[in-house]
C-alpha cells in the first residue's frame, strides 16, 4: 500500500483507488480478501469510518463483497466493472474535451485519426 496521502483529494477516495489499481495490476485478484477498514485506518493512521466510506463504495458498485466475520473481498467481476468504469471516466475527462477542441478546429474525423496513429519520437535524455 502506498503510505503517502494526497492531500488535495479525499482520503476515502484515495483508499478506493488504490483497491481498483490493486485489482487492475492484479494485485488483487477475483476471491482475494482486502485489508478491512480497520487495517486501512491504522495504516494511515485515519479514522475507520473515512476508510470505510471508500470501501462501501466499492461494496456498492459491486467491486467488493463483505462476508460477515470473514472481511472483504473481490468480486468474480470486480476488474471488468472496474475497466468499464474507468474507460467511461477517460471518456468524459479526455476523450470529450478532445472531440469539442477538434470541433472549433474544424478537424476531420481522418485527421484525428492520422493524429491518433502518429509515432512521436520523444529524446528522454
Known sequence: MRKELDENKP??????????DS???DSYKSGDRVPSTNEFAAFYQINPATAGKGINELV???ILVKRRGVGMF???????IVIEKRKQTFYD?????LKH????????????????KREDNFNED
Open 11 to 20: 482520503i476515502f477516495l484515495q483508499i478506493k483507488d488504490h483497491v481498483e
Open 23 to 25: 485489482i487492475m495490476d
Open 93 to 97: 475527462h479526455y476523450m470529450l474535451p
Open 74 to 80: 473481490v468480486t468474480e467481476s470486480a476488474k471488468d
Open 60 to 62: 456498492a458498485e459491486g
Open 101 to 116: 477542441e477538434a470541433k472549433k478546429l474544424r478537424m476531420r474525423e481522418d485527421e484525428i485519426l492520422e493524429m491518433w
